[in-house]
């Protein structure tokens, strides 16, 4: 049996105190370890070290993070290899992104795995939880801190992978009730890594062979995500031209077991859907549905778009209202947000571009180059067109006839009712709700079955 006793398990660092960083050490220093954390930003590591979280909207975590610091538990340095010093457990949660060429962006996080090195001790477990294309826990980390540390993984120091399966909104719920997928480089390195889970989180945990099967695992539930929203674009767009309804279809075809068929949509934003499956293109995986997804999935704007400009005539000098500029509904996340796409061919159209968003100040969407819109402004009378992209729960009341000009909403996710949009007069377009060329093969059905 192995011995458990030489690595104490009382003192945590985690690296990236961002949303989901901070997240862990707020949870873990409530279950009874020490929680070093670290990140580079001067505002996040000040803020928690006056027990205040700097992530708003996450239910349950300024409490967590408020007890922690009265407790002592949580502390927050600039420092990254002061903290990984001070720990025996060291949980990498430092973002990987992709640039504007869709190559992996190690950034951040190489940064980080240097300052790791340079303060870990012998007998240290890392954890990398951050989404990584396979291979790099052992072949780019692994290796880097062994040549920086001059310790030998498997030896010296212990290394696994555990990939954040969490969903922004709901992370302190999903952390316990989601199993966590935990591989190790060796048996050792698996235990320990398990051992500490069941102490800190107290999840079911599933134990895979390798580290690059966890790694892999996480990649592999985003391209299935896109790849499944990608299909259900495409027969969308199909159901447009043969003037069915896909969410009827989708609802009907779905009442199986077999049948998992996600919502189409204006597009797929956020950090983890639209990214990862490069993580697998990048590798190699240069053909075939996960590339193939991602190009339909990014032409729902322009499909979407081309819609609207049937109806419209053009966009020039037309007032375009977006609705949401988060990636979808209430979060606060603009990034890779269809949003940023819709701004931008908008503005090549030669719109003008007006935005609301009750997650976001004004001066936030102002960012954006766009002028942002209260609900209760009078120029909502001056609206020619809306586009719903991320339906927040205020939308879900919105009064559309508080819009006199309106002449057409573009239902980006499927939310609003065909008829209450209609009964004003206005243009209905869904996203594949069977608005062909030609609408006539529709309004025939429905007339026989009336
Ligand atoms: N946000 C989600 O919904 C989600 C869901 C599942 C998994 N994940 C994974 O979690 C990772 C982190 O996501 P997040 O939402 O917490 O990101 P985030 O952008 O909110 O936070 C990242 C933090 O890392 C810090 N940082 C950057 N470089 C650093 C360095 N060298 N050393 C120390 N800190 C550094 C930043 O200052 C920031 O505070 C993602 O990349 C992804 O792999 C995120």
Redesign the pocket.
């Known amino acids: 049996m192995a011995d458990y006793s030489s690595l104490p398990t009382d003192s945590v660092a985690v690296?990236?105190?961002?949303?989901?960083?901070?997240?862990l050490a707020a949870v873990f220093a409530n279950n009874g370890f020490n929680v070093h954390g670290?990140?580079?930003?001067e505002d996040?590591v000040s803020s928690i070290n006056q027990g205040i979280s700097?992530?708003k909207n996450e239910p349950g975590l300024e409490k967590l993070v408020s007890e922690a610091h009265n407790s002592k538990t949580l502390s927050a340095t600039?420092r990254?290899a002061e903290a990984v010093q001070q720990s025996n457990i060291i949980i990498v949660?430092?973002?990987?992104?992709i640039d504007d060429d869709n190559r992996i962006d190690y950034?951040?996080?190489?940064?980080?795995v240097l300052?790791i090195a340079k303060g870990l001790k012998k007998g240290s477990l890392i954890i990398f939880?951050?989404?990584?294309a396979p291979g790099d826990t052992r072949n780019r980390f692994g290796t880097k801190i062994e040549e920086v540390s001059g310790l030998k993984m498997g030896e010296d120091f212990h290394l696994a992978y555990s990939?954040?399966?969490?969903?922004?909104n709901r992370?302190i719920r999903d952390l316990q009730s989601y199993p966590k997928i935990v591989g190790g480089l060796d048996e050792r390195s698996l235990t320990l890594a398990k051992q500490f889970y069941t102490k800190s989180l107290g999840c079911e945990l599933i134990d895979v062979s390798t580290l690059e099967t966890a790694e892999f695992s996480?990649v592999a539930e985003c391209v299935y995500r896109d790849v499944n929203i990608a299909l259900a674009n495409e027969l969308a767009m199909f159901a447009d031209e043969k003037n069915v309804d896909i969410n009827e279809v989708i609802t009907v075809s779905n009442s199986q077991p077999y049948s998992h068929i996600h919502h189409p949509g204006i597009g797929v934003g956020?950090?983890?859907i639209p990214i990862?499956p490069y993580f697998f293109i990048n590798k190699g995986l240069t053909s075939g549905l996960t590339p193939l997804a991602r190009t339909i999935n990014d032409q729902m704007a322009d499909y979407s778009l081309a819609k609207m400009e049937e109806e419209l005539g053009t966009f020039q000098d037309k007032n375009i209202l977006i609705l949401g500029l988060s990636y979808r509904e209430n979060v606060k996340?603009p990034?890779k947000s269809t949003a940023l796409m819709l701004i931008d061919k908008l503005k090549r159209a030669k719109a003008n571009i007006l935005v609301h968003d009750p997650q976001f100040t004004t001066s936030e969407i102002e960012r954006y180059a766009v002028l942002p819109l209260q609900l209760s402004d009078s120029v909502i009378e001056e609206i020619d067109a809306i586009i719903i992209q991320a339906f927040h729960k205020e939308y879900e009341n919105l009064d559309f006839a508080a819009f006199t000009n309106c002449k057409l909403v573009l239902d980006g996710r499927n939310k609003v009712k065909e008829e209450e949009i209609k009964k004003l007069n206005m243009t209905y377009i869904g996203i594949g709700n069977g608005r062909g060329d030609s609408n006539e093969g529709r309004n025939n059905a429905a007339d026989s079955n009336g």
């Open positions: 690296i990236g105190l961002g949303k989901i960083g901070l997240t670290a990140d580079i930003n996040v700097h992530i600039k990254t949660i430092v973002p990987v992104l950034r951040f996080i190489d940064q980080a300052d939880e951050t989404t990584l990939p954040e399966r969490v969903y922004s992370i996480k956020g950090h983890c990862y996340e990034t």
